[in-house]
């Protein structure tokens, strides 16, 4: 059970008071008479004095004391109309929360990065989108960067910002966002530096730092040496950038980042980066979300920001 449910903890207990009970208790209260009240309801008032008083009998007390020149709430009336005024209350805030979700205008969007380098571009993402949607809550869910397919087939977040098609053949939607170019990074007295544009065959000679636990997860060996026939020969598993950069400034490998990533160490000298076959090699980043009409307005009209504000950016 959830704390929501929880809190009902009356439900079991429910008597069969209904949304049509309360609203007839606070227009007798506020009209303070059976006509006006009626018009207020937009019934009669013979059927509005019927409802009152199957509901004063299924309660059990009178809910009104019937005056000369108006209608008071009794204890038990009184009771009623402090739990209508709760209850008007929270359905009108209800309805007006569901009328902002349904029409795009607010609410929370959960989302998530397939590789925590993503998460560098999402500040002005997110600047940009609250301009527009003052009202929206934006939820970074860091925790599912290492299983972000999963996350969001369970609802878990509604976008995810990667560069991996999602493998669970689901109908997701992809949503291309920007391209940016993958460079090899090496030690300025590795051999490939003097070369300007290094191939697949020279890679695989080189002990390869990759985030993937297995080349078969890495996006370089399955788009880039596996169509070329060729495969890693030695690789090292390193899930932090900086240890991959710590371990390329002693020469102990090479590794494929992009451009945008490596500016600041190629700039100083500390590195070397060279282009991947004469084209080069660039991929792309995709927004993953459902299908638009399950996704929702807000959803896509985040996505929609997303795109726009990406492919301003310089990467």
Request: glycine fraction near 6%; charge should be positive; proline fraction near 5%.
């Amino acid at each position: 059970m959830n704390s929501i449910q929880h809190k009902a903890r009356s439900f079991d207990a429910y008597s069969g008071l209904e949304m049509r009970d309360f609203r007839l208790v606070w227009a007798v209260a506020e009209m303070r008479g059976l006509t006006a009240a009626a018009k207020r309801l937009r019934l009669t008032p013979s059927a509005l004095s019927h409802q009152l008083k199957a509901l004063e009998s299924g309660v059990g007390a009178p809910l009104f004391s019937r005056e000369t020149r108006a209608m008071r709430p009794t204890a038990a009336g009184e009771v009623m109309l402090e739990a209508a005024a709760k209850v008007l209350n929270v359905i009108g805030d209800t309805e007006q929360r569901l009328d902002a979700i349904t029409s795009g205008s607010a609410g929370t969007i959960r989302m998530c990065t397939q590789c925590y380098t993503g998460y560098h571009w999402l500040p002005e993402v997110i600047e940009n989108f609250r301009k527009g949607y003052p009202e929206v809550e934006v939820n970074l869910v860091a925790e599912a960067t290492n299983r972000w397919e999963e996350a969001l087939v369970n609802r878990e977040v509604d976008v995810v910002l990667t560069t991996e098609r999602p493998q669970g053949g689901r109908k997701l939607t992809l949503a291309p966002t920007l391209k940016d170019e993958m460079m090899l990074l090496m030690h300025p007295d590795n051999p490939l530096a003097k070369k300007r544009v290094v191939q697949p065959a020279d890679i695989v000679r080189e002990n390869l730092l990759i985030y993937a636990k297995r080349p078969e997860d890495s996006l370089l060996c399955r788009e880039v040496l596996k169509p070329a026939g060729v495969w890693p020969e030695r690789f090292t598993n390193v899930s932090l950038t900086e240890a991959v950069f710590a371990l390329i400034r002693a020469n102990m490998g090479v590794a494929c980042l992009a451009n945008w990533a490596i500016v600041p160490q190629v700039e100083r000298g500390e590195l070397v980066a060279r282009r991947i076959g004469r084209g080069g090699w660039k991929r792309v980043w995709w927004a993953a979300t459902w299908p638009d009409r399950e996704a929702g307005p807000l959803v896509c009209a985040f996505v929609k920001n997303l795109q726009q504000t990406l492919r301003k950016a310089h990467v």
